[in-house]
């Protein structure tokens, strides 16, 4: 081993611990590793930053953008209210719901057509009395198998199409996936659909309602204002003030019984009633320096916020949220004082103590106070995903017929080799933008800014390793085990290694990282790299043994009150099922 190989393996091996701690984010991860790379001159100097102009790169943003003009169309709305109807029973309701799924997500972000089941999931378990726990382990296994079927159904199938032009003319096409993709897929959907389901833990079969995850007892105390209270005459801006960050003001009861959100110019009078949002641990001081009375003898608390013109709504922090990191503080910026943060839920529990303290991370579930009206709605920027409220989004049909017309042209310019796939999408957005199917203000809130720099990052840092060989190295290693084992075998090796690595580290790193090993690996076998490619673009989608492998796993842990370890339950047996179906497709079809 020389030394530029050694330090190659090194800052490869420093990523993939900073990966699988989590304690910096993957695009960081990234760019730590990128200036490694440069600075132990592991690249030339005029391709370190080669990586942003990548075709891959610019392609994953682009399905994004187009993701979210297929989502506002209102495309796959309307395809799932014709199979609502299909979920009477538990077999077609998981399996219906999760093929859907499926299907939107080899034509459009995993993540986005998860995002769109998410409220339709919640209405629909609440309405035929299933937990929702049984379906929302399913359905965001079901986004990662659809989106094997298609180049643009995930990243990492992205990326793996562009190595093909390493050692081929071309890369692979867009329905090249499907040959393994598709039967991968299906036989995964009916596993989960016909009894796999089952292997979801019991306990957590019961459900994680609203009430569950917020007791509003535990939060909601009324309080009258004593007669000696030295807030009397003063404003309600002064109450706020004197409550501080661990207590919130939220509500204002009138004499007739009735509810409103106090005006901070008000002025306080004795025996006025207030509802607090508090941890009663934060009260004692508070209501003893203010003169304040707990309502009832027992200091019972009310749960009756929501009956009037105010109420409470539910929403989960997506994977590109500018809340993640970041508290209730930014929150009240951003939605400008129209929603409050009442209470958050992580993995199905409270989090209890100190609001202020929070720092919002992906999959939390918000309960929000804010008035009722139906123009009021959670701003697009805050990256929120309303629960059961939201409903369904359906378009016109000229709006819809527009947009299917726009994506299918460019599928159809793209497979005829008139353009390549993502110039065929940037055309496609341009259009998209043009009929007013996307705004133009949403034109780029919609990219996973993160994944794009970290895509954009690691490329040179995969250059590296074939620049120094030590692809080479790692790849006649597992070649010289050839002489032990048939190729069936080495295909099953190289996809359970893939599988593991993506389970604690993002998919489309996982695809950059392995995708030239495994080319080398076939080089040296004298075997196809097309298989091996192929094997890599399979493990890379199968992040089902923990929630962390993938942001689908991430954000139904929270609305499905899961643990951290029931997820290797039903991801193994899947895992394997994909193993003993995806083997012999890519020898058949491959090989």
Same mark, same amino acid.
């Given at each position: ?55 891959? !790169? ?24 014709? &199979?609502?109807?299909l ?11 999760t ?14 057509a ?10 629909t ?9 049984m379906?929302?382990? #399913? ?8 989106? %094997?079927?298609?180049? $643009? ?7 793996i199409?562009s ?10 096409? %867009?329905?090249?996936?499907a ?6 897929? !299906? ?5 989960i ?26 939060? !909601?105390?009324?309080v ?11 404003r ?12 919130? &003001? ?8 009735q $509810? ?25 001081? =508070? ?72 720092r ?13 009206? #139906? ?42 080799? !008139?353009?390549?796939i ?24 919609? $990219? ?18 074939q ?76 992040? =089902? ?47």
């Amino acid at each position: 081993m020389t030394l530029d190989q050694g330090l190659a393996f090194g800052i490869l091996f420093m990523a993939l611990v900073l990966f699988a701690s989590g304690k910096l984010r993957h695009d960081i991860v990234a760019l730590i590793s990128l200036v490694a790379v440069s600075l132990a001159g592991l690249v030339k100097p005029t391709e370190i930053l080669s990586g942003f102009g990548h075709p891959a !790169v610019i392609t994953v943003a682009a399905v994004l953008v187009v993701s979210e003009a297929l989502r506002s169309s209102g495309l796959v709305d309307v395809v799932v209210r014709r &199979i609502l109807p299909l979920t009477k029973t538990t077999t077609g309701h998981i399996g219906i719901l999760t093929g859907v799924v499926a299907v939107a997500s080899s034509f459009m972000n995993n993540v986005g057509a998860l995002a769109i089941m998410l409220p339709v999931v919640l209405a629909t378990a609440a309405e035929r009395g299933r937990p929702p726990a049984m379906l929302l382990m #399913p359905i965001a296994f079901g986004s990662m198998l659809g989106g %094997m079927m298609t180049m $643009i159904g995930t990243p990492p199938n992205i990326i793996i199409a562009s190595f093909r032009r390493s050692y081929a003319d071309e890369p692979f096409g %867009m329905f090249d996936f499907a040959w393994v993709g598709l039967p991968v897929a !299906v036989i995964g959907i009916l596993f989960i659909a016909l009894g796999a389901w089952r292997l979801i833990p019991r306990e957590r079969k019961g459900g994680v309602s609203p009430e569950d995850m917020f007791s509003l007892e535990e939060y !909601v105390i009324e309080v009258r204002v004593g007669e000696k209270s030295p807030l009397i005459g003063r404003r309600i801006a002064h109450m706020e003030e004197a409550a501080g960050e661990d207590i919130v &003001i939220a509500a204002r009861v009138r004499e007739d019984g009735q $509810i409103y959100e106090p005006e901070s110019w008000q002025p306080v009078e004795p025996n006025d009633l207030f509802i607090l949002r508090a941890d009663p641990a934060d009260l004692t001081e =508070f209501l003893n320096n203010q003169g304040l009375e707990l309502v009832g003898s027992n200091g019972e608390s009310r749960a009756d916020i929501t009956s009037t013109d105010l109420k409470l709504m539910e929403a989960i922090v997506g994977p590109n949220s500018p809340l993640i990191g970041f508290g209730p503080r930014t929150l009240t910026r951003l939605a400008q004082d129209n929603f409050h943060l009442f209470a958050v839920a992580r993995r199905g529990e409270p989090i209890g103590g100190r609001l202020h303290n929070v720092r919002f991370q992906t999959g939390d579930v918000l309960l929000l106070q804010t008035r009722e009206g #139906p123009d009021l709605q959670l701003p697009p920027e805050l990256g929120l995903l309303p629960l059961p409220e939201r409903g369904l989004k359906l378009g016109g049909a000229r709006r819809l017929g527009t947009a299917f017309t726009i994506f299918g042209g460019a599928i159809a310019l793209s497979m005829a080799g !008139v353009m390549p796939i993502g110039v065929a999408f940037l055309a496609a957005i341009v259009l998209y933008v043009i009929t007013g199917i996307l705004p133009l203000r949403d034109l780029y809130r919609h $990219i996973d800014w993160p994944v794009i720099v970290l895509l954009g990052a690691m490329i040179p840092v995969g250059q590296a390793l074939q620049n120094t060989g030590s692809d080479t190295l790692i790849a006649e290693s597992i070649a010289g085990m050839a002489d032990a084992l048939p190729l069936w075998a080495l295909i099953a090796v190289l996809l359970v290694v893939t599988m593991v690595l993506t389970d604690v580290i993002n998919n489309a790193a996982t695809a950059l990282i392995m995708a030239p090993i495994s080319i080398a690996i076939a080089q040296a076998l004298g075997a196809n790299p097309d298989a091996f490619l192929m094997t890599v673009a399979i493990g890379a989608s199968c992040s =089902f043994l923990t929630p962390i492998g993938h942001q689908s796993n991430t954000l139904v842990m929270g609305p499905g009150g899961y643990r951290f370890s029931d997820y290797w339950r039903l991801g193994l047996p899947l895992e394997i099922v994909v193993t003993l179906v995806s083997v012999p497709a890519i020898l058949f079809f491959w090989g």
